[in-house]
């Protein structure tokens, strides 16, 4: 193995890694021997000088995101194993050629033991996007290994991380083709038909972590009227309809978004007229809302993408939930959610039950919720389990 940077660790600051959490803060860190460069592997060490892990560094206060506790080499075989192993546990969940379901996700960062990397699947396109200089310098290797992974199952690659690259001098990790042009495209989820414009949507263009949860929507709709607010393209709405709902309103701030849940209404239900879609703020809509829904989807964009903001989003989640718990009619169902990885599970339940007891409504938890099997939790990674999701009945 070739001579590396070795990162020597405080006294004490060991025990996580014995543990196997992936990743080194940057107060952890005691002596550098050697440089230390954005994204490339470096060895790290205990204060008695003895291995821990491999990982790739980054100026900042995650210094460090280990990729193997064992000494490696990061040769075309390395990254072929993992993506190979990543693609093979889609395979045994039975998310590879299936005829009702062709979009997942592929790699899931820690869950996959590639911190820093996320790649979702449409239907033969596959959407890459890296949050770490680590796994940006090993791009190329890493496509090599989705193409032979996946085979003839794998027909557009399309780096979308521009946005999510931290923004380092002379890394440009410009969004664009890697394989094949196409934009957009169809695809199914549980037998409906969605559209999906990966080069300009949201994420990666659709939030595949919510394939099970908007299946259970589908199963509390029959009869009721469903508001989907933060409604996106519309998913939950689809279910909705599907599963017999009186009627659907999906609410986005994004006109784009709105137009886009119309296109999907459209093309699972064409001319059913119980779908309306209003490009307006939630909280705007909850002031001046007519209707009186019996089943409220809120399912917001993440409030905290740090702790320094956590007060304010607890804050932001109590007074969304209060509205819709004031507004709903009785007997309703809730299905709320938080994906902001910085709210813990405790947290964002405490936020739920102060805003019941403000609206001094009865509310019982029917569901915890949280994201599907193809976003894997490292069960040394509990900082990966992102998505909260409580159903609630109302009286």
């Not at 790739?56 to 990729?67: D, E, F, M, P, W």
């Not at 994004?254 to 093309?267: Q, V």
């Amino acid at each position: 193995m070739s001579e590396r940077t070795r990162v020597v660790l405080k006294s004490g600051k060991d025990q996580s890694l014995r543990r196997y959490h992936p990743w080194v803060f940057s107060g952890a860190i005691k002596k550098i021997h050697g440089p230390a460069r954005e994204g490339e592997l470096i060895d790290l060490y205990d204060n008695k000088d003895e291995f821990l892990a491999s990982g790739h560094y980054q100026n900042g206060s995650i210094a460090v995101r280990v990729i193997s506790f064992e000494p490696v080499e990061t040769d075309q075989l390395f990254w072929d194993q993992k993506v190979a192993n990543a693609w093979k546990l889609r395979e045994t969940l039975g998310l590879t050629g299936n005829l009702q379901t062709n979009v997942f996700r592929w790699i899931n960062a820690e869950g996959d033991g590639m911190p820093g990397l996320i790649v979702d699947y449409y239907g033969g396109a596959a959407v890459i996007q890296m949050h770490s200089i680590g796994m940006f310098r090993n791009l190329e290797a890493i496509v090599e290994s989705m193409k032979k992974a996946a085979g003839d199952q794998l027909h557009t690659i399309y780096n979308k991380s521009e946005s999510t690259l931290p923004d380092k001098p002379g890394i440009t990790g410009k969004s664009g083709f890697l394989m094949g042009e196409q934009e957009r495209g169809e695809v199914l989820e549980n037998g409906y038909r969605f559209l999906i414009n990966w080069v300009e949507g949201q994420k990666t263009g659709f939030f595949i972590d919510q394939r099970e949860n908007r299946k259970l929507v589908g199963d509390y709709s029959a009869g009721r009227k469903v508001l989907n607010m933060f409604g996106y393209t519309g998913g939950f709405s689809i279910y909705g309809m599907g599963g017999g709902a009186n009627l659907v309103h999906s609410v986005d701030s994004s006109g784009k978004a709105i137009d886009l849940s119309r296109e999907n209404a459209e093309l699972n239900f064409p001319g059913d007229e119980r779908h309306a879609a209003f490009a307006v703020d939630a909280f705007g809509y909850f002031k001046d809302m007519k209707e009186a829904y019996d089943l409220i989807i809120l399912d917001p964009p993440a409030f905290a993408k740090h702790q320094n903001v956590l007060s304010n989003a607890l804050q932001g989640y109590k007074r969304l939930n209060q509205r819709a718990f004031e507004a709903i009619a009785p007997g309703g169902i809730i299905f709320t959610f938080s994906c902001s990885q910085a709210v813990s599970r405790e947290n964002f339940r405490k936020s739920v039950f102060v805003a019941a007891a403000n609206a001094r409504r009865k509310v019982r938890i029917l569901h915890q919720l949280s994201q599907p099997p193809d976003h894997p939790v490292s069960i040394y990674h509990l900082e990966g389990e992102y998505l909260k999701g409580l159903v609630m009945e109302v009286e």
